[in-house]
């Protein structure tokens, strides 16, 4: 593992066992994601109240779950470059008290569409940086022969978790105290953003990457102890360079162009798919009949089999089953069939079955996609890269409830949803399913220098 004094950080991060301190960085990092995932789907609960006293248009309705996607392009977008540059903690920490601030002025100050509007989009943000650093954390802590599993647990629990205690809040609490209970449960990430304060420490390849020795020796300490005596007086040698000075052109250079392309295309569609069904499925279920409690609790449902659904997959892929975008594919093939399939059939238990079916699969599938990006990319501009995703992801997130609702507006019914949704998982199956043609090639281009 190095010669002398000398160690290779990935080596020493690869074969380190999983400790109590990556445990605990993993509860910090679900509990982080659980917010993110409380504070993006509960929008679609507010749906239902305020339609008619704000007089709106089913296009407007979507917008006001959109309006949050905005705001968390530009912050998804923005933050890697900042988090490559000043460090993941900071740029994590910033993020929080964005959402901190904005969610508790959303529940006091948001009396219309517009003030709801522009609150979320402020939101929305802070939000950007919540699930991507969390990735980009978790891929930088965890040994990578977990890194998937570790992932699904440390990010992805925790954003199904926020998901499912969304809806539950929009069913048991909303029809007594308003949509506004939402905000303020919300803002119990406060005390959380003081935890991470005193808890989170810096990435220990960001460190490395920047030189700052001392750091990374106490930190490696914590990681391996069983290696304490070799970090005392040890110097790192890390592949990785710092930040190039433009992540994007890196991200587009010709050994992570195709890679790139196609992730990005992937997650247009796959956040269209996904924004779109947590965005109109309460709404539409209650259309086709469901009462308002049971209407709700489809958004619970999907976050909860979603995590079951990654887990399954984010589990065959460590163990090498297939090739990640194989298995994405498939994934997704699964999902926009099911998802079709409500166009010819309505009834309760046939809606609760494929509900949480296109939990498993669509949404499911998505987690692992975050954590492939991660993959694909050096610790220089992993974060970017990871913004990148989830930022061009967002542009379809954002189209999403806003387009199903205008052509609903449109067409003067609901059964557009369900073709739109399940043509965007379909044709993203495809998408990601081509880098599998050549997997061998796909793994060489895209396997960091680690």
Known sequence: MGSGNEVDIHQELAGAAVTPLHKMLGVVVTLITMFDGYDTFNPAYVIQYVKQPWGLMPSQAGFLVSSGLIGFLFGALGHGMVADRVGRRKTLLVGLWIVNVLTLATAIFANSFTSFCGLRFLTGLGLGVLLPLGTTFIN????????????????????????????????????????QVLYFVGAASIPLTLLVHAVLPESPKFLAARGRIEELRALMVRLRPDRSGVYANATFRSPDHAAPKNTIAALLAPRYRRVSLTIWTTAFLTLFA??????WIPTVMIARGETFASGFAYGALM????????LTL???????F???????????????????????????????????????FVIGAQHVLNNFTANSYETGFRASGVGMELGVGRVGGILGPFVIGFLQQVTGGQQVVFWAIS????????????????????????????
């Open 423 to 450: 043509g965007a998982a379909i044709v993203a199956a495809l998408v990601i399913g081509s880098l599998s043609v050549q997997s061998k090639a796909t793994e060489a281009s895209v396997a960091p220098a680690e």
């Open 322 to 360: 297939a090739p990640t975008p194989r298995l994405l594919g498939a994934w997704w093939i699964v999902g926009g069939i099911a998802v079709g399939s409500l166009l010819f059939v309505n009834g309760h238990a046939f809606n609760f079955a494929v509900v949480a079916i296109a939990g498993f």
């Open 314 to 320: 984010a589990t065959l892929a460590d163990r090498g």
């Open 274 to 279: 996904i924004f779109g069904l947590v965005g």
């Open 140 to 179: 930088e802590l965890a040994p990578p022969r977990v890194s998937n599993a570790f992932s699904l647990w440390g990010v992805t629990f925790g954003w199904s978790l926020g998901g499912v205690f969304a809806g539950l809040v929009g069913v048991f609490l909303t029809p007594t105290h308003g949509w």
């Open 303 to 310: 976050q909860a089999t979603s995590f079951i659904g990654g």
